[in-house]
């Protein structure tokens, strides 16, 4: 199966929402389509940077590439309710790289 990954930045978070909220909304918006691998908090240049890690069912290439960005903007969307975000990166890993779809 395809794997893909998305980072994003969280800029802030929305009052009265506590910061384990952020990776939770993440996690449950990207599995209501996908099975998620993993999922990590990490700094990229001091700024908090989620990455998620999931598969795609194989169809054909650029439907799958598709499929994965469709799926990140839903996660950002969901993400957006309880924190503040930045940049969202979509990767594919192709022969053991990370490259953007």
Do not use: C
């Not at 909220?21 to 209501?32: H, I, K, P, Y």
């Not at 099975?35 to 194989?58: C, K, Y």
């Amino acid at each position: 199966m395809p794997s893909f990954q998305t980072r994003l930045k969280i800029t802030g978070l929305k009052p009265g929402n506590p910061p384990e909220s952020v990776m939770a909304a993440a996690v449950e918006a990207l599995g209501t389509r996908h099975h998620v691998e993993s999922n990590r908090l990490e700094l990229a240049g001091g700024v908090p940077q989620l990455n998620l890690r999931f598969l795609v069912e194989p169809t054909e290439y650029q439907g799958e590439n598709q499929q994965a960005r469709e799926s990140a903007a839903m996660m950002r969307d969901a993400v957006e309710r309880v924190a503040l975000t930045g940049s969202l990166m979509v990767l594919r890993r192709n022969r053991g790289r990370w490259a953007p779809v």
